[in-house]
């Protein structure tokens, strides 16, 4: 079957539209937009720029993807955006192109999950299965790890990296980048406190690896372990003199000797991520008050 354009919709005759795409009343769809099989526009939706939107993906009213970057830098030069497959866009949520200083691409995954009012800067790179919340905002060149979550109202600064199942909470201002599986909150500079474990167990990851993951995010950061209201139990003191990457890589170094003991896909990749940090942000640190508790 052939697509559906509602007659109140403007679409240029340089689009191409897949199989079984639906084209609600009053759209626009620019030239050089390119609509997979499956994908439904419902009313009032503008699609601009080179931008192409995966399979099966459902863009609800007035959201407005591939617009002009909002930089003083954009020269008017071809500004790609990409949408994966599965994806939904809700109303009102605005997705800007990218632009030459930032590689010219603005990309969100698959089954990503994009709800009213979000704006996602330009050259943002949004990897699958992602969940951005109302009103949340991405500055420009902002880079979201697969699985992440960004809550209603938060605030990513320009240039971070949220590592891949990591939680931003509800209006938090997200100022450094977030390793792995984090879970930042705070509305004036966000402090990453714990894990998001609740995140962590609906991956199924095991319960050793689990507790491997806490106990290495307590010895990245000299958390000390609540063990009961009174007692605190601190990290090794031969780790209080390393940085945190290097405290990163001596936990590596473990993991690495004790390989087979048990699962350590994630409790790595959240490793690596602070060893390897070199980013224009600095790494979202505890606060001064923080602690972990021990599964």
């Known amino acids: 079957a052939g697509a559906r354009v509602h007659p109140s919709a403007v679409v240029h005759e340089g689009a191409l539209l897949g199989r079984r795409v639906t084209v609600g009343p009053y ?3 620019g030239e050089h937009v390119r609509l997979a099989d499956g994908v439904a526009l419902h009313s009032h939706v503008v699609l601009s ?3 192409s ?3 099966g993906s459902e863009i609800f009213p007035f959201a407005a993807v ?3 970057p909002q930089d003083l830098k954009y020269r008017g030069e071809p500004s790609q955006t990409r949408i994966g497959a599965r994806c939904a866009v809700h109303p009102h949520a605005h997705v800007c192109g ?5 590689g010219g691409l603005t990309s969100i995954g698959d089954d990503c999950l994009v709800m009213s009012h979000v704006h996602v800067g330009h050259d943002c790179s949004v990897g699958p299965r992602v969940v951005l919340a109302s009103r949340s905002s991405l500055a420009g060149h902002v880079t979201v790890g697969e699985g992440a979550q960004v809550s209603g109202h938060a605030c990513v600064h320009q240039r971070v990296s949220i590592g891949g199942g990591a939680f931003v909470a509800a209006a938090a201002v997200l100022l450094d980048d977030l390793l792995p599986y984090g879970l930042a909150a705070g509305a004036s500079r966000a402090t990453v406190d714990s894990l998001n ?3 962590i167990r609906r991956l199924r990851t095991p319960p050793a690896e689990q507790r491997a993951m806490l106990r290495a995010f307590r010895h990245l950061f000299l958390l000390p372990r609540r063990t009961s209201r009174f007692e605190q139990s601190a990290p090794p003191p031969r780790l209080a003199l390393l940085s945190v990457s290097e405290r990163a890589a001596a936990l590596l170094a473990e993991v690495a000797e004790a390989a087979g003991a048990a699962p ?3 409790l790595v990749e959240m490793l690596r991520f602070v060893r390897d940090h070199a980013g224009p942000r600095g790494l979202c640190l505890p606060s001064s008050s923080a602690g972990v508790s021990e599964l």
């Open 27 to 29: 759209c626009v769809v």
């Open 49 to 51: 720029g080179h931008t």
């Open 53 to 55: 939107v995966g399979e």
């Open 66 to 68: 591939g617009a002009r």
């Open 98 to 102: 990218g632009t030459a200083g930032g």
């Open 197 to 199: 474990l609740r995140g």
């Open 264 to 266: 350590t896909l994630r």
